[in-house]
C-alpha cells in the first residue's frame, strides 16, 4: 500500500521531556520513514489549539521534574485532558512515561500527602510514601506478555521515581519485572496497558533499545487509521539487541542470555 | 588535641597511598577523621580564621575556574591550596585539610578554593567560615544521582540566607535560576556574564530545564541566547529581568580557553579575583591571558606524532558545549572524535541523557569512534543522529585502549584528535594516554 502517513502526537516536548525522552520521538518517526511512512509531527504545547488532540494518530507523552509536572497537570485538567481521554478510549494508541503514567491515574498523593486528582484513564493511582522514603531508581528489565503485546527477549530501561503506582481491579500490568522495581516494588508489576495505551516507568529511553515496542505502535496506528492490518517491513537492529545484552549480562547473570 | 592525630593517620594514608600507587588519598583519610570527629571541619577551619576561604558550586566549569583563580592569585603572589577535582563532598574538603595543614591544624596559606558538589553545598557553608561564594551554572545532570535543578535550586536559596553577611557572593547573570538567588539576601553580590556579540544561539535547545520565570513560572523571554538557558532574559508577566551583570564588553581579552562556556568560566574568575581581593582588573586579565590548561579541560596531549584534546563531557549542556568546540576548531581541518561513555557511579547509572545532546552536530567530524561500558547505548544514538553515514563515519569499539589506538591511528601525523568522555571515562583515558595500567 502506497502513500501511507501518520500523524504523531508529542505532548509538551518543551515542558515533558527530562530524562532524553525525546529518543522516543526520534524512534517512531525513522522507523516510520524507513518504511516509507510519512510523519507528520505534532508539537502540542501549552498555547497549542487543544483540538489538534483531535488529529493524532500516535500519541506520545514523557517525564519531568515537578515545577513542570505542575505546570502541565493544570492544562490538562482545565483545558486538554477530556480530549485525551476520548483519544485514548476511541484506541488511538499511545505511550506515556512516568510522569505523565501517573497523570493518566485516578490520583497522585504527594510526598506531603496532597492528593492531585488525575485524569482517571489509566485504572490506577499513585501514592509518594513521602520524602524520607527512597526513590526507586536504577536500571530495569522486564519481560512484556499482555494481551496486545507479546515480546520474546527481555525489554530492559533504566527508572527513577518516587511515587509508588497501584493497580486497581481489572487493570491489566504492561510487563512483570525481572530486575528492577516497577510500579511500586511490592507486586513484581511494570506499567499498564489500557485499550492501546501504555503507560510505563521505564525512560532509557524505552523505544530506541526495544524498538518492537515502537512497532507495535505503529502497527497499531496503521491499523486503526486504515482499517486494515499493514505488514512492517523488518529493520536492522542487531545493534539494539547487542545493547540489550550488556544490561541483562550485567543484572541478571544466571539468565538464559538467547532468551 | 584529637585533630592532631587525625591529621596524622591522615597523613600517612596520604603518603602509604602515595607510595603504593592507591589512588591518590583524594577522600578517604578525610572520610576517617569525619567519621571519628564530626566536627572536623568545623574546628580547623575556626582554628584559621585568617585564611580566605573561596566555595565554588555548579553544574559544568567547577574544575576549570578553581585553576583560573588559583592562577591570578598566585600570579599575585597568594599562597593557595585547591581541593583535587572530584574530591568535592565533606570527606574531599577534610582530606584537603589534612593534606595542607600542619599538625596543630594550622593552614599557612591565604587561600583555599574548594570545588564543592551541588549537594553538599548547604551542608559545607555550615562548617566552614566562607568569605567568597561563586555560583556558575545549573543544568540537567545525574538525575538519579543530584536530583532536579529545582531542588538544587531551593536548597541552596535557603542556605544563602543563613550565610555572614560580609560573604561576596558571584552569581552567573545570564541563568535566570542562579541569577534570582541574588535577590533574597544582601550579601555583597555580583553578576557575571558575557559579552553580546558571543550570543549566537538563535533558538531554545532541547536540553533546557530554567526557561521558566524562576518566581512565577511564566515563560521567559530571551532577547540574545549563549548556549542552553544562558542569555538575557526577562518576564512579561512579572517583571524579572537582570541587571548590572559584568560582561568584559568593552575589555580586549585574550581568553586562554576556547569555547564560550569558557568565556564564562573565565569572566567569573576575573569578576571573583578583582572584586574580592582587590586586584585590578587589568592586572587580573594579563595574569589570566598567561594560563595553561589541564587534562580533560582542554590540554593538548602529544601522542605517537598525533594531538589529542581530551574534553569531558558528563551532562546533555557540556555535550553539546564540546561538540561545538570540537567543530569549531579548526576551519581546515575536519577532526576525528572518539565518545566515551560509562555509567559507573561518577558517570551516573542513567544513560538516558545522550538522547537530549544534539549529536548530529557531530556529524562534521571525519571519523566517529565509539566506546565505553555503554558502547552500543552510544552506537545506537549515533544511528539515528547520523542517519545514511552512520556505517561509513563511525567505528565501534567496546575496549577503551583498543578505541584509542584505532582512532590515533585514523588520525594524520600532527592532526589533532578530540576525546569526548564522561567523568571516569575522562580518569581511563588519562591513564591509557600516560602508559599507566590501571590497577
Given at each position: 500500500?502506497k502513500?501511507?502517513?501518520?500523524?504523531?502526537?508529542?505532548?509538551?516536548?518543551?515542558?515533558?521531556?527530562?530524562?532524553?525522552?525525546?529518543?522516543?520521538?526520534?524512534?517512531?518517526?525513522?522507523?516510520?520513514?524507513?518504511?516509507g511512512?510519512?510523519?507528520?509531527l505534532?508539537k502540542?504545547?501549552l498555547?497549542?489549539?487543544?483540538?489538534?488532540?483531535?488529529?493524532?494518530?500516535?500519541?506520545?507523552?514523557g517525564?519531568?521534574?515537578?515545577?513542570?509536572?505542575?505546570?502541565?497537570?493544570?492544562?490538562?485538567?482545565?483545558?486538554?485532558?477530556?480530549?485525551?481521554?476520548?483519544?485514548?478510549?476511541?484506541?488511538?494508541?499511545?505511550?506515556?512515561?512516568?510522569?505523565?503514567?501517573?497523570?493518566?491515574?485516578?490520583?497522585?498523593?504527594t510526598?506531603?500527602?496532597?492528593?492531585?486528582?488525575?485524569?482517571?484513564?489509566?485504572?490506577?493511582y499513585?501514592e509518594?510514601?513521602?520524602?524520607?522514603v527512597?526513590?526507586?531508581?536504577?536500571?530495569i528489565?522486564i519481560?512484556?506478555?499482555?494481551?496486545?503485546?507479546?515480546?520474546?527477549?527481555?525489554?530492559?530501561?533504566?527508572?527513577?521515581?518516587?511515587?509508588?503506582?497501584?493497580?486497581?481491579?481489572?487493570?491489566?500490568?504492561?510487563?512483570?519485572?525481572?530486575?528492577?522495581?516497577?510500579?511500586?516494588?511490592?507486586?513484581?508489576?511494570?506499567?499498564?496497558?489500557?485499550?492501546?495505551?501504555?503507560?510505563?516507568?521505564?525512560?532509557?529511553?524505552?523505544?530506541?533499545?526495544?524498538?518492537?515496542?515502537?512497532?507495535?505502535?505503529?502497527?497499531?496506528?496503521?491499523?486503526?487509521?486504515?482499517?486494515k492490518?499493514?505488514?512492517?517491513?523488518?529493520?536492522?537492529?542487531?545493534?539494539?539487541?547487542?545493547?540489550?545484552?550488556?544490561?541483562?549480562?550485567?543484572?541478571?547473570?544466571?539468565?538464559?542470555?538467547t532468551? | 588535641?584529637?585533630?592532631?592525630?587525625?591529621?596524622l593517620?591522615?597523613?600517612?594514608?596520604?603518603?602509604?597511598?602515595?607510595?603504593?600507587?592507591?589512588?591518590?588519598?583524594?577522600?578517604?583519610?578525610?572520610?576517617?577523621?569525619?567519621?571519628?570527629?564530626?566536627?572536623?571541619?568545623?574546628?580547623?577551619?575556626?582554628?584559621?580564621?585568617?585564611?580566605?576561604?573561596?566555595?565554588?558550586?555548579?553544574?559544568?566549569?567547577?574544575?576549570?575556574t578553581?585553576?583560573l583563580?588559583?592562577?591570578?592569585?598566585?600570579k599575585?603572589?597568594?599562597?593557595?591550596?585547591?581541593?583535587?577535582?572530584?574530591?568535592?563532598?565533606?570527606?574531599?574538603?577534610?582530606?584537603?585539610?589534612?593534606k595542607n595543614?600542619?599538625?596543630?591544624?594550622?593552614?599557612?596559606?591565604?587561600?583555599?578554593?574548594?570545588?564543592?558538589?551541588?549537594?553538599?553545598?548547604?551542608?559545607?557553608?555550615?562548617?566552614?567560615?566562607?568569605?567568597?561564594?561563586?555560583?556558575?551554572?545549573?543544568?540537567?545532570?545525574?538525575?538519579?544521582?543530584?536530583?532536579?535543578?529545582n531542588?538544587?535550586?531551593?536548597?541552596?536559596?535557603?542556605?544563602?540566607?543563613?550565610?555572614?553577611?560580609?560573604?561576596?557572593?558571584?552569581?552567573?547573570?545570564?541563568?535566570?535560576?542562579?541569577?534570582?538567588?541574588?535577590?533574597?539576601?544582601?550579601?555583597?553580590?555580583?553578576?557575571?556574564?558575557?559579552s553580546?556579540?558571543?550570543m549566537?544561539?538563535?533558538?531554545?535547545?532541547?536540553?533546557?530545564?530554567?526557561?521558566?520565570?524562576?518566581n512565577?513560572?511564566?515563560?521567559?523571554?530571551?532577547?540574545?541566547?549563549?548556549?542552553?538557558?544562558?542569555?538575557k532574559?526577562?518576564?512579561?508577566?512579572?517583571?524579572?529581568?537582570?541587571?548590572?551583570?559584568?560582561?568584559f564588553?568593552d575589555?580586549?581579552?585574550?581568553y586562554?580557553?576556547?569555547?564560550k562556556y569558557?568565556?564564562?568560566?573565565?569572566?567569573?574568575?576575573?569578576?571573583?579575583?578583582?572584586?574580592?581581593?582587590?586586584i585590578?582588573?587589568?592586572?587580573?586579565?594579563?595574569?589570566?591571558?598567561?594560563?595553561?590548561?589541564?587534562?580533560?579541560?582542554?590540554?593538548?596531549?602529544?601522542?605517537?606524532?598525533?594531538?589529542?584534546?581530551?574534553?569531558?563531557?558528563?551532562?546533555?549542556?557540556?555535550?553539546?558545549?564540546?561538540?561545538?568546540?570540537?567543530?569549531?576548531?579548526?576551519?581546515?581541518?575536519?577532526p576525528?572524535?572518539?565518545?566515551?561513555?560509562?555509567?559507573r557511579?561518577?558517570?551516573?547509572?542513567?544513560?538516558?541523557?545522550?538522547?537530549?545532546?544534539?549529536?548530529?552536530?557531530?556529524?562534521?567530524?571525519?571519523?566517529?569512534?565509539?566506546?565505553?561500558?555503554?558502547?552500543?547505548?552510544?552506537?545506537?544514538r549515533f544511528?539515528?543522529?547520523?542517519?545514511?553515514?552512520?556505517?561509513q563515519?563511525?567505528?565501534?569499539?567496546?575496549?577503551?585502549?583498543?578505541?584509542?589506538?584505532?582512532?590515533?591511528?585514523?588520525?594524520?601525523?600532527?592532526?589533532?584528535?578530540?576525546?569526548?568522555?564522561?567523568?571516569?571515562?575522562?580518569?581511563?583515558?588519562?591513564?591509557?594516554?600516560?602508559?599507566?595500567?590501571?590497577?
Amino acid at each position: 500500500m502506497k502513500n501511507l502517513s501518520l500523524t504523531i502526537g508529542w505532548l509538551y516536548p518543551d515542558l515533558m521531556s527530562t530524562y532524553g525522552d525525546r529518543g522516543n520521538i526520534i524512534v517512531l518517526t525513522k522507523r516510520c520513514e524507513d518504511r516509507g511512512i510519512k510523519v507528520n509531527l505534532e508539537k502540542i504545547s501549552l498555547e497549542a489549539d487543544k483540538n489538534k488532540i483531535k488529529e493524532l494518530d500516535l500519541i506520545f507523552m514523557g517525564g519531568a521534574q515537578d515545577k513542570q509536572q505542575e505546570i502541565v497537570n493544570k492544562d490538562l485538567i482545565e483545558n486538554k485532558g477530556s480530549l485525551l481521554k476520548r483519544a485514548i478510549e476511541d484506541e488511538i494508541p499511545s505511550l506515556f512515561i512516568c510522569g505523565a503514567y501517573q497523570f493518566l491515574g485516578k490520583y497522585y498523593k504527594t510526598a506531603e500527602g496532597h492528593k492531585i486528582p488525575g485524569l482517571n484513564i489509566f485504572p490506577i493511582y499513585t501514592e509518594n510514601p513521602g520524602e524520607n522514603v527512597k526513590r526507586l531508581i536504577g536500571n530495569i528489565i522486564i519481560e512484556i506478555r499482555n494481551s496486545k503485546l507479546e515480546i520474546r527477549n527481555f525489554v530492559v530501561g533504566f527508572e527513577n521515581h518516587g511515587g509508588r503506582t497501584y493497580l486497581l481491579n481489572g487493570a491489566e500490568p504492561f510487563a512483570q519485572i525481572a530486575y528492577g522495581f516497577g510500579n511500586n516494588d511490592k507486586d513484581k508489576t511494570e506499567g499498564v496497558i489500557y485499550k492501546n495505551a501504555i503507560g510505563t516507568y521505564l525512560h532509557g529511553p524505552i523505544l530506541p533499545k526495544n524498538p518492537q515496542i515502537a512497532d507495535f505502535l505503529i502497527e497499531k496506528a496503521l491499523f486503526k487509521k486504515y482499517g486494515k492490518k499493514i505488514e512492517l517491513e523488518k529493520l536492522d537492529d542487531s545493534i539494539e539487541k547487542k545493547a540489550r545484552e550488556v544490561v541483562v549480562k550485567k543484572y541478571l547473570s544466571g539468565y538464559n542470555q538467547t532468551k | 588535641m584529637i585533630n592532631a592525630l587525625l591529621i596524622l593517620l591522615g597523613k600517612s594514608l596520604i603518603k602509604f597511598g602515595n607510595t603504593l600507587n592507591i589512588g591518590s588519598g583524594s577522600t578517604w583519610p578525610g572520610h576517617i577523621a569525619l567519621k571519628l570527629n564530626k566536627n572536623f571541619i568545623k574546628q580547623i577551619s575556626s582554628k584559621n580564621k585568617n585564611l580566605k576561604i573561596v566555595l565554588i558550586a555548579g553544574t559544568n566549569g567547577k574544575t576549570t575556574t578553581s585553576k583560573l583563580i588559583k592562577h591570578i592569585l598566585e600570579k599575585n603572589s597568594l599562597k593557595v591550596f585547591h581541593n583535587e577535582a572530584g574530591a568535592n563532598l565533606l570527606n574531599g574538603i577534610a582530606s584537603s585539610f589534612i593534606k595542607n595543614s600542619n599538625l596543630s591544624g594550622k593552614l599557612p596559606y591565604d587561600v583555599a578554593i574548594f570545588e564543592i558538589d551541588e549537594n553538599t553545598l548547604p551542608l559545607i557553608l555550615r562548617e566552614i567560615n566562607h568569605y567568597s561564594i561563586l555560583l556558575l551554572n545549573l543544568f540537567r545532570d545525574q538525575l538519579d544521582r543530584y536530583g532536579e535543578v529545582n531542588t538544587i535550586a531551593k536548597n541552596w536559596q535557603q542556605a544563602l540566607k543563613k550565610v555572614d553577611k560580609n560573604t561576596f557572593l558571584f552569581l552567573n547573570g545570564d541563568d535566570p535560576q542562579i541569577y534570582s538567588l541574588g535577590q533574597e539576601n544582601d550579601l555583597k553580590t555580583y553578576y557575571f556574564g558575557i559579552s553580546d556579540k558571543y550570543m549566537d544561539q538563535k533558538e531554545i535547545p532541547h536540553d533546557v530545564d530554567s526557561v521558566y520565570c524562576p518566581n512565577c513560572s511564566h515563560k521567559l523571554n530571551y532577547s540574545k541566547m549563549s548556549y542552553s538557558h544562558l542569555g538575557k532574559f526577562k518576564c512579561y508577566n512579572c517583571g524579572f529581568k537582570q541587571e548590572k551583570v559584568e560582561t568584559f564588553a568593552d575589555q580586549k581579552i585574550n581568553y586562554p580557553l576556547f569555547g564560550k562556556y569558557n568565556i564564562y568560566n573565565t569572566n567569573a574568575a576575573i569578576l571573583l579575583t578583582s572584586k574580592a581581593f582587590n586586584i585590578p582588573t587589568e592586572k587580573v586579565i594579563e595574569f589570566t591571558e598567561e594560563f595553561k590548561p589541564a587534562f580533560g579541560r582542554q590540554e593538548i596531549v602529544k601522542y605517537k606524532g598525533k594531538n589529542i584534546i581530551v574534553l569531558l563531557s558528563k551532562n546533555p549542556t557540556g555535550f553539546n558545549q564540546s561538540i561545538e568546540a570540537t567543530i569549531n576548531y579548526s576551519k581546515d581541518e575536519k577532526p576525528n572524535a572518539l565518545v566515551v561513555l560509562n555509567d559507573r557511579i561518577p558517570d551516573g547509572r542513567d544513560v538516558s541523557w545522550i538522547w537530549d545532546v544534539d549529536f548530529n552536530d557531530l556529524s562534521l567530524a571525519k571519523k566517529i569512534i565509539i566506546s565505553g561500558d555503554r558502547t552500543f547505548d552510544l552506537a545506537i544514538r549515533f544511528k539515528y543522529a547520523l542517519n545514511d553515514s552512520f556505517e561509513q563515519k563511525t567505528i565501534i569499539e567496546e575496549d577503551l585502549e583498543k578505541a584509542i589506538n584505532t582512532a590515533v591511528s585514523q588520525t594524520e601525523e600532527n592532526k589533532t584528535l578530540f576525546i569526548l568522555p564522561t567523568y571516569s571515562a575522562m580518569l581511563e583515558t588519562r591513564k591509557i594516554l600516560g602508559g599507566k595500567k590501571i590497577l
